[in-house]
């Protein structure tokens, strides 16, 4: 079931792979009650890669506009000030070309972190990210490592219509070889870049422009500059009985949203922030529908072959005794991202979609086929 968003566009027209952390963290259903200041994404980000790159002189950036513009979203803001142009290294809008080159980097043991100003753009060097920094550790028998981050801005944005508006989760989460990570908060942000970068495998880091300028509850624990979160791990945000809601990125405060809305009509919701897109924490994905019976899953991105599918798979092999009801899956419309900014918010999901799909799980609702 792909949810309410796709129809409602339509009528309008419109195996796991090792884990190595340098420090884990256990975090599974910490709140942020202990927090001690806020911190938005981008500073969350930008501190994340201070910190490594001061630790590492190995750690370097590469990017389109990341030194002397300091980024076209301000993440590498003071870097280049600070580590200097070899290594903040501003490069011509040539993906192919600086993905290439940090690719061959890595292969000798240095350790960039590659900035895309959108991962749209990404696809220009996909090459290079799939068949090289992705494939080489098990070609070469493990005797290549490359410890690489692709990072930059992932799905929908604003009013930039279908070329700059795709989520690439799926596709990146597809391939053997990569490890593929989602923050949500800042906490998240600042804990998985750091685990990324001292990750000895490539890491796809996909970002959200519109978190940027979001701030978050931080601890003393996550400012620390040993913090760091561990990969594949996802985490609880919200306990709940009744329905298990996961999503990712941008969608988690869409699904804390819901589940705030839905406790008020007495519905018990569990939020799973999923964090790690590739590898995945069926466990805990598993064991809360074991608790609630129900699922619904919340991402932006195309419905086919999307990452609620294969939790749906996953979920299906494992526990299927366990539901009470079908599966909800929320998604973005099946159609290119429209420019006009009322078919654009009928092309991605709303705090509603989830309501409504938990709802129906919990049969407090009619069926979608008589609303529709």
Not at 210 to 232: H, K, Q, R, T, W
Not at 280 to 308: C, M, W, Y
Request: glycine share 8%; hydrophobic share 40%.
């Amino acid at each position: 079931m792909w949810g309410i968003v796709g129809q409602r566009a339509c009528r309008h027209g419109s195996s796991a792979m090792s884990l190595q952390v340098t420090r884990p963290v256990i975090h599974a259903l910490r709140s942020f009650s202990t927090a001690a200041k806020e911190m938005t994404v981008r500073d969350a980000l930008n501190s994340a890669i201070d910190e490594e790159m001061s630790a590492d002189p190995k750690v370097f950036l590469m990017g389109e506009e990341v030194g002397e513009y300091q980024g076209a979203y301000k993440i590498t803001k003071g870097l280049l000030e600070k580590y200097g142009p070899d290594r903040v290294l501003d490069t011509p809008i040539t993906e192919a070309g600086f993905t290439g080159i940090g690719v061959g980097a890595a292969y000798h043991g240095l350790k960039p972190i590659v900035e895309f100003m959108t991962f749209n753009f990404s696809m220009q060097a996909i090459d290079h990210i799939i068949n090289s920094a992705a494939k080489s550790n098990y070609m070469s028998a493990g005797q290549i490592s490359v410890p690489i981050v692709f990072r930059g801005p992932n799905g929908a944005a604003a009013g930039v219509g279908a070329q700059h508006s795709q989520c690439y989760a799926p596709w990146f989460a597809s391939c053997p070889g990569l490890k593929v990570l989602a923050p949500y908060s800042s906490e998240d942000a600042r804990g998985l870049m750091k685990a990324a970068i001292r990750d000895p495998d490539p890491v796809v880091f996909l970002e959200n422009e519109l978190l940027y300028g979001e701030s978050f509850p931080v601890s003393a624990e996550v400012l620390d500059s040993s913090f760091c979160l561990p990969i594949g791990k996802a985490k609880i945000e919200r306990e709940g009985k009744d329905v298990t809601i996961t999503a990712f990125s941008k969608m988690v405060g869409y699904a804390l949203k819901a589940a705030e809305i839905l406790s008020k009509e007495g519905i018990s919701a569990e939020v799973i922030n999923l964090r790690s897109i590739r590898p995945l924490d069926r466990a805990t994905i598993n064991n809360s529908v074991r608790k609630t019976n129900r699922l619904v899953t919340v991402e932006e991105g195309f419905p086919q072959h999307g990452i609620g599918a294969e939790i749906c798979a996953s979920v299906v092999e494992d526990s299927f005794e366990y539901l009470d009801a079908a599966i909800e899956r929320i998604a973005g419309a099946d159609v290119p991202m429209p420019y006009a900014a009322n078919l654009e918010r009928l092309a991605v999901p709303q705090v509603e979609d989830i309501v409504r799909a938990a709802k129906r799980t919990c049969y407090r609702s009619s069926s979608l086929a008589a609303t529709a």
